[in-house]
């Protein structure tokens, strides 16, 4: 695999989705009819590109958006399952998608480049994705559901060269049930949010020794970073955290509650927005992205 790096996409056609303006001085531009968005990521260039689900467990129903502020839309690619965590990576977004992590071209082409037969265990539930020092990427398992809450999970390792290995996982450390969100902003860590626990962690990519360094966050889910500030978005709770973090410390406030099961969020590259997907999960079409201002 070549070295990895963020860079410029090409524009593609249009098709548009109707959007909501709220009247808030902090929320922008809402783009609704989005049916259980999951993930935002921003390219440096301010591009915007989001997972939508559609039905959980529909196949084929699946799209990569891009989305900006105007409320506008474009379809990338669709015939995907159940996309969720995406990054973007010279040109080609990667995402995971049930039991696999797809390529996406920008010209809408989809195709494997992890299946169940890539990793050193079966997979329940692949959730995020995230890239690090070195172009190694991450990839969070939430494990599997038991009495509603998910336990089980793993985060698994990438090389450059596709090999495939578990960083950690549940079964040999009790209270790390159901990673989520991951996030590198030090080398040498990986910042996981648990979307059991509402524990954020962090875990030493050289000891696999993993630190608890806040709680609290119910459904953990995404993770942002700008500016020294680490924002969360907590799924089940309906709210955004921000606080100003340093290796292990971190004492977050809300930035914002009211949401609507908040997913995998994202910070546009001029600092200015918090991109948060809402699932509405307990409406079988629900669902929209909206802008919350933080500059």
Same mark, same amino acid.
Request: charged letters at 25%.
């Given at each position: 695999?070549?070295?990895?790096?963020?860079?410029?996409?090409?524009?593609?056609?249009?098709? @548009?989705?109707?959007?909501?303006?709220? /009247?808030?001085?902090? !929320?922008?531009?809402?783009?609704?009819?989005? $049916? =259980?968005?999951?993930?935002?990521?921003?390219?440096?260039?301010?591009?915007?590109?989001?997972?939508?689900?559609?039905?959980?467990?529909?196949?084929? +129903?699946?799209?990569?958006?891009?989305?900006?502020?105007?409320? *506008?839309?474009?379809?990338?690619?669709? %015939?995907? /399952?159940?996309?969720?965590?995406? $990054?973007?990576?010279?040109?080609?977004? @990667?995402?995971?998608?049930?039991?696999?992590?797809?390529?996406?071209?920008?010209?809408?082409?989809?195709?494997?480049?992890? %299946?169940?037969?890539?990793?050193?265990?079966?997979?329940?539930?692949?959730?995020?994705?995230?890239? %690090?020092?070195?172009?190694?990427? @991450?990839?969070?398992?939430?494990?599997?559901?038991?009495?509603?809450?998910?336990?089980?999970?793993?985060?698994?390792?990438?090389?450059?060269?596709?090999?495939?290995? $578990?960083?950690?996982? /549940? *079964?040999? =450390?009790?209270?790390?049930? &159901?990673?989520?969100?991951?996030?590198?902003?030090?080398?040498?860590?990986?910042?996981?949010? +648990?979307?059991?626990?509402? !524990?954020?962690? *962090?875990?030493?990519?050289?000891?696999?020794?993993?630190?608890?360094? &806040?709680?609290?966050?119910?459904?953990?889910?995404?993770?942002?970073?700008?500016?020294?500030?680490?924002?969360?978005? +907590?799924? *089940?709770?309906?709210? !955004?955290?921000?606080?100003?973090?340093?290796?292990?410390? @971190?004492?977050?406030?809300?930035?914002?509650?009211?949401?609507?099961?908040?997913?995998?969020?994202?910070?546009?590259?001029?600092?200015?927005? !918090?991109?948060?997907?809402?699932?509405?999960?307990?409406?079988?079409?629900?669902?929209?992205?909206?802008?919350?201002?933080?500059?």
């Amino acid at each position: 695999m070549k070295k990895i790096k963020l860079t410029l996409v090409k524009k593609i056609s249009l098709i @548009y989705l109707s959007c909501l303006l709220f /009247n808030s001085s902090s !929320i922008g531009s809402t783009l609704d009819q989005i $049916i =259980n968005p999951e993930s935002a990521f921003s390219t440096p260039d301010n591009r915007i590109f989001v997972s939508e689900i559609g039905g959980f467990g529909v196949k084929n +129903d699946g799209r990569i958006l891009e989305v900006f502020k105007d409320g *506008r839309a474009e379809v990338i690619a669709s %015939g995907l /399952n159940d996309p969720k965590g995406l $990054i973007v990576v010279e040109n080609i977004i @990667y995402v995971t998608d049930v039991d696999e992590i797809k390529k996406v071209t920008l010209s809408g082409k989809v195709s494997t480049w992890l %299946g169940p037969k890539n990793f050193p265990k079966k997979t329940a539930f692949l959730n995020d994705i995230a890239i %690090g020092q070195d172009n190694i990427i @991450y990839i969070s398992d939430s494990g599997n559901k038991e009495d509603g809450m998910r336990k089980g999970g793993a985060v698994f390792q990438v090389s450059t060269d596709k090999e495939v290995t $578990i960083l950690v996982e /549940n *079964r040999n =450390n009790p209270d790390f049930l &159901a990673p989520n969100g991951l996030l590198v902003i030090d080398p040498n860590y990986l910042l996981v949010a +648990d979307f059991t626990t509402g !524990i954020l962690s *962090r875990i030493s990519l050289k000891s696999k020794k993993i630190e608890k360094i &806040a709680e609290g966050f119910g459904g953990g889910d995404g993770l942002a970073y700008y500016g020294e500030k680490l924002y969360i978005s +907590d799924w *089940r709770g309906g709210k !955004i955290w921000s606080g100003t973090i340093n290796g292990t410390q @971190y004492n977050p406030e809300i930035l914002k509650d009211g949401f609507v099961n908040p997913a995998d969020i994202c910070i546009t590259s001029d600092g200015r927005n !918090i991109v948060i997907p809402e699932m509405m999960f307990e409406k079988s079409d629900g669902g929209r992205v909206s802008f919350l201002s933080i500059n």
